[in-house]
Nanobody, 118 residues
Framework: VQLQASGGGLVQVGGSLRLACAGS????????MGWYRQAPGKERNMVAL???????YYAHSVRGRFTISRDNYNNTMYLQMNSLKPEDTAVYYC?????????????WGQGTLVTVSS
């Protein structure tokens, strides 16, 4: 399984970015996926999750500003980020959580850097 995150960059406060996570080697449909982020010197934290039945969850700090979605046909997940703040600056990682007869496996993309300047 390979995940490729893209879409990060430098944006001003209040701006928007859309991250994408393209996958190969495993279907996205019916599986939990998510976006996590890690700021310098801090631990990696959940930003948004989308479950197998497409229920979504958000960290309190991004609720109302970020939207997670996915296109199962194209095996791609997205994170639309609006009203960006300096505290959103971090490396963003996508995750695919697979739980099946082979056990439980978590797959990670390589990360994409988002920098919000004030």
């Amino acid at each position: 399984v390979q995940l490729q995150a893209s879409g990060g960059g430098l944006v001003q406060v209040g701006g928007s970015l859309r991250l994408a996570c393209a996958g190969s080697g495993s279907a996205f449909s019916g599986r939990r996926m998510g976006w996590y982020r890690q700021a310098p010197g801090k631990e990696r934290n959940m930003v948004a999750l989308i479950t197998g039945d497409d229920t979504t969850y958000y960290a309190h700090s991004v609720r109302g500003r970020f939207t997670i979605s996915r296109d199962n046909y194209n095996n791609t997940m997205y994170l639309q980020m609006n009203s960006l703040k300096p505290e959103d600056t971090a490396v963003y990682y996508c995750n695919l959580h697979v739980q099946d007869g082979g056990g439980i496996n978590d797959y990670w993309g390589q990360g994409t850097l988002v920098t919000v300047s004030s």
